[in-house]
């Protein structure tokens, strides 16, 4: 590993100044290259005051300035995108956006291969708001970088002297962890721009020669690799697949299995917990999670899973999460699920995990997500991925039958004054760029009626 820590200090240093640290469009970035732009940025900042805003779609672009601010010990602000209204909502946390392109080089002296900085530097994210409003979370470079360190420890074996391909942002803890951070720690290049279709996988792997590759996915875009049996003829390219943001469906690891792929690697966690854990479902595997180095794992009793980690804000502090699980011993657990999402339909309680489980229990629904509408009036819908037989039904018996008969599986459990009469059916669910399904997303799958 590039990055040493001690106490208060991190530090990156690179021993040759052509070190590759990036390919862009086929075109490689040195570590010298890279760390004069940031020698501009930097000098750039120490005219701004206050805690800057930082949002670029280009991995490139945001690295570096990335790095700057924490040279310049800038408070950082990350947002999930740069939307007009996102930006206004978040006006009071920060009091300037850095530029969308990056300064000139002064000088052509030769500098330092070293990057050095504070452990306390402080990055504020924003949750994606699938569990309420989004709400700001504040984080450590020493949480970050510690949590780079398990990574590496934990996975370094799976992916040997790989490149880095992504489709996530690195807006997002995720993103920033596995695309930025941890990569350039561990001395690992990205391969950029970021891969939005399964065709660009395919031709990035078709040309790979010797070169191995790690994915870092989410579920969105893991559902939508159609083209697994092309992937397959290039098996020995792809070290390895990482997936996180949400669950992965049961499908996916099924489909990696069918082709001889190894199923992708899923991490557990969150924003406001960093990594907690986990599993890889090949064949013969069970469904249990394995909590990372120095996460501690319990339940309360009401059945939700309760860690302490180094990558919470108080490490000594027990942290409850959301997320239903029973634990299986030697730092092994299961997850049950969401913790219940209580809502009233016709003053009747109704949990919507409950809602969308028993949905999925039918032949018909491979994925389900629900919502809760309120024009003309508060009602449940329902947003169904169908199983190929589903596809079919639909096909056959028309919209108003498979709605019939979806509504009357859940008859079977709910009252019918709160069964879903509004269903939409999609290939794939409206995930956003943190790979999270939120309510208003849903809804607005509801408006073009």
Not at 113 to 135: D, I
Not at 230 to 251: D, I
Not at 376 to 391: A, D, H
Request: glycine content about 6%; overall charge neutral; charged content about 20%.
């Amino acid at each position: 590993m590039l990055l040493n820590i001690n106490t208060e200090q991190w530090q990156l240093q690179w021993q040759q100044a052509d070190t590759e640290l990036a390919v862009v469009e086929g075109q490689p970035i040195s570590a010298s290259v890279w760390l004069k732009d940031i020698a501009a940025a930097t000098h750039w900042l120490s005219e701004q005051d206050g805690d800057a805003l930082l949002y670029h779609r280009d991995w490139y672009h945001f690295s570096v300035w990335l790095f700057a601010l924490l040279n310049s010990e800038k408070r950082i602000v990350l947002p999930a995108n740069d939307k007009p209204a996102t930006l206004s909502e978040l006006s009071s946390h920060y009091s300037f956006r850095v530029p969308s392109e990056l300064p000139q080089h002064g000088s052509s002296e030769t500098l330092p291969l070293t990057l050095k900085g504070s452990l306390n530097s402080q990055l504020t994210f924003f949750t994606s708001g699938s569990s309420g409003k989004p709400k700001a979370v504040r984080k450590t470079l020493r949480q970050l970088w510690l949590e780079v360190i398990t990574l590496e420890q934990t996975f370094a074996e799976q992916l040997g002297p790989a490149n880095i391909l992504s489709t996530v942002t690195h807006q997002h803890i995720y993103g920033l962890l596995f695309t930025v951070l941890w990569p350039l720690a561990a001395s690992r290049p990205v391969t950029l721009p970021l891969v939005d279709y399964p065709e660009q996988l395919q031709q990035i792997l078709a040309k790979a020669n010797r070169q191995r590759y790690a994915l870092i996915s989410s579920p969105a875009h893991l559902q939508r690799l159609d083209n697994l049996p092309q992937l397959a003829k290039y098996n020995h390219s792809l070290a390895t697949v990482f997936s996180s943001g949400g669950p992965l469906p049961n499908s996916v690891p099924e489909d990696f299995a069918e082709h001889e792929l190894n199923a992708p690697i899923e991490v557990y966690g969150s924003t406001e917990t960093g990594g907690i854990g986990w599993r890889r479902r090949n064949p013969g595997s069970n469904e249990n999670f394995q909590t990372l180095a120095g996460v501690d794992a319990s339940c309360n009793h009401n059945g939700l899973l309760v860690i302490q980690s180094p990558y919470l804000n108080n490490p000594q502090k027990p942290y409850t999460t959301e997320d239903k699980a029973r634990l299986q011993g030697q730092g092994d657990f299961q997850l049950l699920g969401r913790q219940d999402r209580i809502v009233k339909i016709a003053e009747k309680r109704v949990a919507l995990n409950e809602v969308e489980q028993f949905i999925q229990r039918h032949d018909w629904v491979e994925s389900a997500k629900a919502c809760v509408l309120h024009s003309p009036r508060v009602e449940l819908g329902l947003v169904l991925i169908l199983t190929p037989e589903g596809v079919n039904q639909l096909s056959t018996q028309g919209r108003f039958k498979a709605r019939q008969e979806l509504r009357h599986h859940l008859l079977q459990r709910f009252e019918k004054v709160v069964v879903p009469k509004r269903f939409r059916y999609v290939q794939q669910l409206p995930y956003n760029g943190a790979g999270k399904v939120t309510q208003t997303d849903l809804q607005a799958l509801f408006e073009e009626e």
